[in-house]
Nanobody, 128 residues
Framework: QVQLVESGGGLVEAGGSLTLSCTPS????????MGWFRQAPGKEREFVAA????????????NYANSAKDRITISRDNVKNTVYLRAHSLKPEDTALYYC?????????????????WGQGTQVTVSS
């Protein structure tokens, strides 16, 4: 079994920034794509960003939700096998439970069905 351990959430003032991190543990599997989703109270889970590392490309490809692409950056440390989500200029509407997801897809998909593993979520609260 693979567990995804998220960290970095918390309370942030509007206009502030934070960095979330996610590290897989447990059984060793190839996780080509890692991503972040979020779910606000009373709303459906939505895609935030994803990143795919390819040995063929020798580089990463990223995908961002249009709603936040100018305020977030997703990156991946392949040595630490950790994915990061850096967000700045945070708004109260960014308040949500942020989930890390990972899977074997070869592209940074925004489809949650294509992810095999999910973290428990880390809460981000942006105060106005």
């Amino acid at each position: 079994q693979v567990q995804l351990v998220e960290s970095g959430g918390g309370l942030v003032e509007a206009g502030g920034s934070l960095t979330l991190s996610c590290t897989p543990s447990g059984r060793t599997v190839t996780l080509n794509t890692m991503g972040w989703f979020r779910q606000a109270p009373g709303k459906e889970r939505e895609f935030v960003a994803a990143i795919t590392w390819s040995e063929t490309w020798r580089s990463s490809r990223t995908n961002y939700a249009n709603s936040a692409k100018d305020r977030i950056t997703i990156s991946r440390d392949n040595v630490k096998n950790t994915v990061y989500l850096r967000a700045h200029s945070l708004k109260p509407e960014d308040t949500a439970l942020y989930y890390c997801a990972a899977g074997r897809e070869g592209l940074p998909t925004m489809d949650p069905v294509l992810y095999d593993y999910w973290g428990q979520g880390t809460q981000v609260t942006v105060s106005s």
